[in-house]
């Protein structure tokens, strides 16, 4: 009798809370890998978009059309995506997405015509849009199970993924071809995908949680309420990611040619700033769990203006790389925090709205930056990055929890 005592303890510790928390570390490992490779996959692509227009004999102008593709390709799946979140689950269609984009990064280095990059990189678009709306609302769901402010740790994945994808892509650049080097990327997305797809599948379903959408029964706030938040959010997400946009394109033209950095430090630039916010997204939740989701909002959005008026208007190469540091670590977790607050309001679609909106700011970034920067400089031009953080920041008022009671 003692025995069978000891081995229905045994069970019930496995179906209790500290074996279902058990099971959750397993679910956000494999959710981390994800956002990783997502991160990876991405990067290995952009560290060879020189190659690839080189195969395909492209002008700046014919590029940048095609690789308008990616955004249109993106911006045309997330609302669908959210759609198919909500019938299917974040999960399922999380590995789907990540399979039909590890697959699509290899076929840019096969076109020898911008027509055929086009239609590629849409597809390409499509599944780097769709992987990030699905990652984004499963990661929602795990937040929220968890009961922990999380997010940021996810998209600190992303970050050291793209890390690691530009540091290797560079490396094998002078050694493999680009449809060698994107194939082998695209492999080792698929078995990443094979691998944590199978850990996240086999982990316990979230349980089901209250949204405030129009789906929801017992919903808190009216819907015109909640639909208003998400795009409140939507424009936070918006506003990072215009800086986040603006600085990949511009930083290093900005150290060379205002602050007469040398090659090596302008390099550094953009470095710097990608390696801030990934140090200020693993520690992310440290700081959420302390300061609260509002004060880091809006503490990170004025940081982030600091550093960028700092970096745009120094007149040293250290001051600049100074502000552009201060600038990753503001935003770092500006636009996790506004994707997870927008999914905890209204589900996998706000998190595909408060994405679309975001990404709708990467892609205005850079050309309303260089139209600026030829009508009145390229300094001038860097502080609506400034501004945009600011208001980011401000936004967070606008957007915090009501207390409870």
Known sequence: MPLLNKTEARSSSLASPSGRRSSWSAARLALTAFFAVDGF????????????????AASHSALGLALLCISAGAVATMALVGRLCLRFG????????????SLSV????????????GTVLLLFGAGYGAANVAMNSAAVDLVAELRRPVMPSFHAGYSLGGLLGAAIGGLLAGRLSAAWALTLAAALGAVVTAVAGAALLRAPAAR????????????????GHARLLVLLLGLVALCTAYGEGALADWATLHLTDDVHASAALAAAGYAAFAFAMTVGRLSGTWLTERLGHTRVLLLGGLAACAGMATA?????????????VLVGLGLANVFPLAIARAGETAGPQGVATASTLGYAGMLIGPPVIGFLADALSLPTALLTV??????????????????TT
């Open 90 to 101: 974040s999960r399922p269609v999380t590995v789907a997405a990540l399979a039909v984009f």
């Open 208 to 223: 089901p949680r209250t949204v405030n959408s129009p789906a929801a029964p017992g919903r808190s706030r009216p819907t």
């Open 386 to 403: 400034a501004a945009s953080s600011a208001l980011a920041g401000l936004l967070s008022l606008t957007v915090r929890r009501p207390r």
């Open 312 to 324: 745009a208007l120094a007149p040293s190469v250290p001051a600049a790389l100074a502000g552009f």
């Open 106 to 117: 290899a076929l840019p280095a096969h076109t020898h015509s911008v027509l055929a990059l």
């Open 41 to 56: 996959l991405f990067a290995s692509w952009v560290v060879r978009i020189p190659d690839v227009r080189a195969q395909v």
